[in-house]
């Protein structure tokens, strides 16, 4: 067996990486490891491509859905605004150009998203304090109807009162920052 | 505070220091990825937007400096030599993709060495913490604390259904890693790794350092993170890698347990035998030397060697490897002259402990 960087030396070194229990081969002479060495087994980013394999997920996409011809143009054409990528430049490069893009791609994303993470499409983790003012008290109170909805379930109407004006001060708190903030 | 310092301070704090759990636990990184709104990520950008983003945290070091930490220094990548970038490489303070690939780059770093923030690498900012032992929870707080504090000054490019906008889509949300270094050789030797590894990848995280056969880590030395970022929250994601490793501790001390009960004799044997190999060699290959630290480190751990310092196997890993080896030398060196230097550096370094060690008799 050839060393798949060079081609020309005999493999000396084979790696098996398992990622999420996908296995991917890599067959390296003595002189290519060595220059590989270390990065291999020491970077934070693994040393094979994901690109490929991200591309590979986007475009497994079409072939699921195929209604029809057109929505594959249709990503064709696409392209955001802001830094002129288009969805087969996103396809070939595995890497947004700007933030705009989650926005412009966003009917391709939704699918991507939930099988790279496990099935979740939302953020629920950390919101910055400065610009995200108004989201901490929007999920607080879709936190709050939740629990609104479980007093109710288990019959505690007083507790479920209280909440219910938790819920309405904070409202009227939000509208009054839009109004505000136009 | 120089270059120089960061590079002859050749050993950070997470390779000498001890931590908890750090008989098996090496380090623990947190690193979060961020965007600035106004610019294009790094994929697409200009050079002029990656100047301006390199010239905002310069700025923003000047003017808010942020001292939790200590003193912080910014250094560009395109004022390092290639010897300088690798070293910084190899001590996990940059990556790889930083140091070739990110002619705009540039990287923060504190005294000390437990923080370093990548400018441009592939996002605008990547805050990273390395901590000696296990500690994701203080790792995940101070990186915390430096987000908070640039938030203050930065625009984050944050949607609030995806959170924190990343180049690559796996990052989105979040944008954690949280990842711990871990000392297997007990897993290994009782050949229990092939069938954790799957079981790990199973629950969202993802084991890296695997060699030859799917089974066997340079220095058995593994790197357990997570693998999602989006829909769960940092702490989240630390409690559930905190569990896994917690089970990989729990079942690496009872390998190691196991393998002095049934051969004992065996295993003191292995271990000497290294310890041997890494006195008198005057050639040693990287493969080799780390499989020899690894079984002297296990020997240290399991009460074989005496008086030897734990932080033998983390620092001989990084300070063996090309970069620092050159550094050492003082140039560039062929792959042969590379393993007799490497051989003389273990030499000296263990003649450094010599005088303490008492085997076992």
Known sequence: MLCQECGQRPAALHFTKIINGEKTEVNLCEVCAQEKS???????????????????????????????????????????????????????????????????????????????????????????????????LRKHVDELKQSLQQCIASEEFEKAAQIRDEIRSIEKKLAGNAEGGE | MSLEHFLNQAVSSWMSEEGPDSDIVLSTRIRLARNIEQYKFPSLFSHEEAKMVVAKMEHLLKTSGFETFGPMELLKINEMQPLQKR?????????????????????????????????????????????????????????????????????????????YLTSCPTNVGTGIRASVMMHLPGLILTQQMNRIVP????????????????????????????????????????????????????????????????SNIQLEDRVFRSLGVLTNSRIIESKEAARCLSDVRLGIDMGYIHQMSKSILNELMILTQPGFLQQYAGGQLRPHERDIRRAALIRERLKMESKNIKGEE
């Open chain 1, 38 to 136: 270390g990065m291999l087994m020491f970077s934070g980013q693994p040393g094979f491509d994901f690109n490929n394999l991200l591309a590979g997920l986007l475009k497994i996409d079409p072939s699921f859905q195929k209604p029809s011809q057109s929505p594959l143009q249709q990503e064709e054409l696409l392209h955001c605004e802001y830094c002129s990528m288009t969805f087969p430049q996103f396809l070939k490069l595995g890497r947004f150009g700007c933030a705009h893009c989650y926005e412009t791609f966003k009917d391709q994303l939704q699918p991507v998203l939930r099988r790279l993470h496990s099935g979740n499409w939302t953020h629920n983790g950390k919101i910055p304090k400065r610009i995200g003012g108004d989201i901490h």
């Open chain 2, 87 to 163: 070293v910084l490489m190899e001590k996990h303070l940059i990556s790889p993709q930083l140091a070739e690939e990110s002619p705009n780059g540039a990287v923060v770093l504190t005294e000390n060495e437990e923080v370093s923030i990548m400018i441009n690498e592939e996002d605008h900012i990547r805050i990273q913490c390395l901590f000696p032992g296990l500690q994701l929870a203080n790792a995940l707080e101070a990186a915390n604390e430096i987000d908070d504090w640039l938030e203050d000054h930065i625009q984050y490019a944050f949607d609030e259904k995806y959170g």
């Open chain 2, 199 to 262: 079981a790990i990848n199973q629950l969202g995280f993802v084991v890296r350092g695997i060699y030859g056969e799917g089974s066997e880590a340079l220095g058995n030395i593994f790197q357990i993170s997570n693998q999602i970022t989006l829909g769960k929250s940092e702490e989240d994601i630390c409690r559930d890698l905190m569990g896994v490793v917690s089970q990989l501790i729990s079942q690496e001390r009872s390998a190691r347990e196991a393998l002095q009960r049934t």
